[in-house]
Structures are given as structure tokens and as C-alpha cells.
């Protein structure tokens, strides 16, 4: 926690960053356990900034409860700034400080999120992901604290200053949206150079394209990070956990805080990710944004869906609805968080770059249409559509032992040996990988195979496509991938996740750095110059519908460990 200088007040700020994440193994059969997903943390982040700062000058109506705001009801404003979307919402949070002298009221409830009227024309538009975190969050925050405990914190933090306000900024990476517009604009051609001078945090172009990194699950994450970590209650790992702990707190103690506070998080973050989506996804993403690369099998979706299904009538008032999901949170439920999470760590050779692809057409809701497709290969005994499925996830566990094989052999040479062998294999062809023999042939073989292994997942996942009539790789991306895995140096391409027309991902030989040149990376240089002048016009029946064109995303992977962090290198 830190005083910001900024906004002129002597409040104390917290801020919190999650990555976002590109799943580049697992893709549908995550979603049923005990398949695992491949998930790799990417250094592009969602920030969320908490702390007091003076109210807005205007116009504002006074809290209205239908008679609820009595002697025991006590309300401070609480406003999210989004400003790369120019949006504030404005809201007053209503709680109760002692629930023994509740009122009586039939509509009566102990903590409720109002909209505010600032004087806009128009109502606030309604975000499920940030309203139902907020109204989740204060009910943990709340229910842990105790009530009066609360109201004390409340309190002490606004000074007696009633017009101050519990202000939330939230920031994306540029990664997180298309940057092709923006680049457009300026007339700068599509490369990694041009898109790191673009403006921090640049408000994306309308219609807003997202570019796959889990933007929703980053921001449900970080969110939450910082309204817990403001209110004292959990410990968080800071900057990649390299904080020095104080005299009287042994450096093992702090470690375990700060896992317990990333398991509070993430419990918390998978139901409000869920509650917001309106249905229970994997949770590789969310969990990729507490803990960093990972391979990820779910959880039991029963933990979830009797809840869930409830249905939002008005009978069941949202924060009554966040009080039971919260009871999942605590730790006599911790055996009811069944999945489980493997450090995955890329060879030190192995880097990651993403490309934006923009112009393709948009695609049906494809997990579900897969979904029906293997429920139907299964009762209806199908047998090569069954075995579609179940090669997917033999081949997605042989991807995760081939790239342990690989790691275990790079460990094993030394640094000299490691260096010649990356650099022969980053310049050449991957058909001539197999031809290379002495001790370069040891990371030559288990790497043709790794890559031989993506090659047939993207085959499997075409022909499950084909079946259920989705593209899961479009024609587009396949001759995009296949083109990109033609330079020197590319292990593997293909889209990530559930697929379609928006994202590909690239695993290429990045080389062990020579002191020399340190920021030599020139694979990636070769994909980027195929990428710059990339245009492919992309038909729809016999006429040629969008022209897709392709940039490359500033973001690399990070390890496991590198998820929700605090941070103060983001200031108000």
C-alpha cells in the first residue's frame, strides 16, 4: 500500500495486476475433468487501483432505500473508473453495522450496491462482471470483517470527510484489445516496434475487438485482489514475490500468507467470473490469472450449479445470492476445490508471441455446439467421433511430457553446448532438425516431436470442427498457421482455446541469450515480417467476404508464480 501524490490526498492506494492467459493445449476438453489444458500467463496485465479520493462536484440524488436508510444503515459512495472506455459508475453501497437491530422491512438487506444519479442523461450501463464482483466481495469482506469492524474501516479511511468517495481504476494492457485500428490511424505499419510506442493503456477503437487473453477473468481477479488487499484481508505476493518480510515475520510465514490470500482470490474470483457469465466455464482462466502458467484440470462444476441455476427473479436478491456463494469460499469447503494446478514451465529456448488476427467472420457460440456434437458421438456409439476426443486428450498429455522431455535435456547440457544448439536449430527449417546429430540431435529430436504432436491436435481439433459444424480452425487461420510454421525457428502454431478467427499463438526457438546480444531474437523478427505484409481475403460462399490482416501482440509468457500480484508501479 502506498499514499498517492497525485489526487492531492493523504489516502492510501492498493494496486493489483493479473495476466492474461492463452490456452495453447486443452481447448474443449478442459472443460471435463480429469482432461488438462495448457495455459500459458502472458506479462500483459488488468490493473486495479483502490483507495480514497475527493467526491465529484454535481448534482447527486440522496441514497433512496424505500424507507431502508435508518439509525443502523450507513452508506458511503463507491464509484469504477474505466477510463479507457470513458465510464465511471457511480454507486452508493448501503450496509447494516449491526444485524441484531435489523429493520424489519420484507425487502430489508444487509448490504445493498444503489446506482448513483451524478445529473446524466442517461442511466449508468450495467456491467455483470464488475457489479457482481463488487456485490460478492463486500459480502465476504463484510462477513469476515464482521459488521462493526466494517464500519470502522470505513470510517477511519474517509477521515470523516463525507463527500470522499472508495474509488476503483481499472486499466488494461493495450494487448488485451485490438491495436490494428490505432495503428491504422496513424498510419504505422503492424509490428511489435510500432505497437510498443503506442500510448499506455489506449482506449480501443469501436466496435471493441478483444484479442483472447481473458480480459473478463483479469479483470474479475485483479478486482478482487485489490478490495481484499485494501481491506487488510488476505496477503498477496508483490512483485513477482520479492517482498522482504518484517522483523517478527519469518519468510516461510509470509509465503503461506500469501498463498492462503491467493486461494481466497481465486475461489472467490471462479464464482463471480462464473455468476457474472451466467454459466460455469473451465476455470483455466481465472486460475491462469492467480497463479500463472499452469496445467489445469477443472473443477466439479457441482460445486457451482445449484446456486447458479437459481434463477435472478427478484426473489433472490443479488447480494443474498453472493452470501451463499461466499460460504464456498471458506476453508470447510477447501476439499469441494477439487482442481488441480501443475507448474508449467516452457523451456528456456521456447518463447511465446500472439497475433491479433482481425477480419475474420464472427463465430456461433462453438463450445456448446461441440458439446452436443460428443454428447450425441457418445450415445449414439459413434465410434470414430469418440475416438476424436479421446486422441485430443492423449495428444495434449503427450504436448506436456514432450515439452518436460525437453526441459530435462536443456537442463542437462551445458551453457556452451545449450547456446550452439539453440542458435542451429532457431536458423533452420524444422525438416532439417531431424538431420542434425552429435549432442545438438538431443534437443533436435524431442523438439521435431513436440512439434509433430501440435501438428496433430490441430488436425484432430479441424476434424472435430468438421463434425460439429463450427470453425474451430477456419480456413483462414490454417493457412496462417501453416505459413508461420514455414520459418526457421517455429516449433508450432495454431489458435488458442476454443479457436475461430481472432487469435493465433506461435511457439518459436527464442535462443539462450549471449551476453553479447541480449535482445537478439530474430525468429521472432522473421514471423513479424510475415505478419506485417499478411492479407488474405477470406471467402464466404463464392464471393470474397473480409480480408483478414494479422499483428503481433507485445506479450510473452511468464512463468508459474508470476499470477495476482500488488504492485506500486501503477499510480492513480
Known sequence: MKVDKETNCPFTFVTTSAPGKVLVSGGYLVLESPNIGLVLAVDSRFHSTV???????????????????????????????????????????????????????ANHLPIQLIPRNMGLPQKQKDNPFIENTLVLAFAFIRNTMSPSSFHEFVLTNLQGNTEAVLAIKLRADNDFYSQIPALRERRLERTSLNMSLLPKFLPPSLPVRKTGLGSSAALVTCLLGSLLRYFNLVALPVDNLKLVPDKEESELRLRQ??????????????????????????????????????????????????????????????????????????????????????????????????????????????????????KKALESGINEDIMIWKGLACVNEQIQKSIQIIINIEESLDEDMKQKSWNLLKNSRAEQWVNHSGDVSLLAQPLFTLRTLFLEARSLL???????????????????????????????????????????????????????????????????????????????????????????????????????????????
Not at 447527486?60 to 470513458?86: A, I, M, R, W
Not at 460445486?303 to 470447510?332: C, H, M, R, T, W
Not at 476439499?335 to 475474420?360: H, R, Y
Open 51 to 105: 483507495g480514497i479520493i475527493p467526491g465529484c462536484e454535481g448534482k447527486e440524488e440522496q441514497p433512496s432505500c424505500d424507507g431502508l436508510l435508518h439509525n443502523n444503515t450507513h452508506y458511503f459512495k463507491l464509484d469504477v473508473h474505466s477510463p479507457q472506455f470513458s465510464s465511471v459508475l457511480y454507486y452508493y453501497l448501503m450496509y447494516e453495522v449491526d444485524s441484531n437491530n435489523a429493520s424489519n422491512h
Open 257 to 374: 500468507k500469501q498463498l492462503e490470500g491467493l486461494r481466497i482470490v481465486h475461489n472467490l474470483s471462479q464464482i463471480c467470473h462464473c455468476w457474472a457469465q451466467g454459466k460455469i466455464g473451465s476455470g483455466f482462466d481465472v486460475s491462469s490469472a492467480v497463479y500463472g502458467s499452469q496445467v489445469y484440470s477443472r473443477f466439479n462444476p457441482d460445486l457451482l450449479s445449484e446456486l447458479l441455476a437459481q434463477p435472478d427473479d427478484g426473489s433472490s436478491s443479488p447480494y443474498n445470492k453472493g452470501l451463499q456463494l461466499v460460504n464456498l469460499v471458506q476453508d470447510s469447503n477447501m476439499s469441494l476445490w477439487d482442481s488441480t494446478v501443475i507448474p508449467l514451465v516452457l523451456p528456456k529456448g521456447i518463447e511465446l508471441v500472439m497475433a491479433d488476427v482481425c477480419g475474420g467472420s464472427e463465430s456461433p457460440s462453438m463450445a456448446t455446439n461441440i458439446m452436443v456434437w460428443k
Open 462 to 572: 479441424r476434424k472435430m470442427g468438421s463434425k460439429a459444424g463450427v470453425p474451430v480452425e477456419p480456413e483462414s487461420q490454417t493457412v496462417l498457421a501453416n505459413s508461420t510454421m514455414e520459418i526457421p525457428g517455429v516449433v508450432a502454431a495454431g489458435v488458442p482455446g476454443a479457436g475461430g478467427n481472432d487469435a493465433l499463438f506461435v511457439l518459436y526457438i527464442r535462443g539462450v541469450d549471449s551476453g553479447n546480444e541480449p535482445h537478439d531474437d530474430v525468429v521472432r523478427d522473421r514471423i513479424g515480417t510475415l505478419w506485417k505484409d499478411w492479407s488474405y481475403s477470406h471467402k464466404i460462399g463464392e464471393d470474397l467476404g473480409s480480408t483478414i490482416v494479422v499483428c503481433p501482440l507485445l506479450a510473452r509468457h511468464v512463468r508459474f508464480g508470476d499470477g495476482l500480484i500488488e504492485t506500486d508501479n501503477l499510480s492513480w
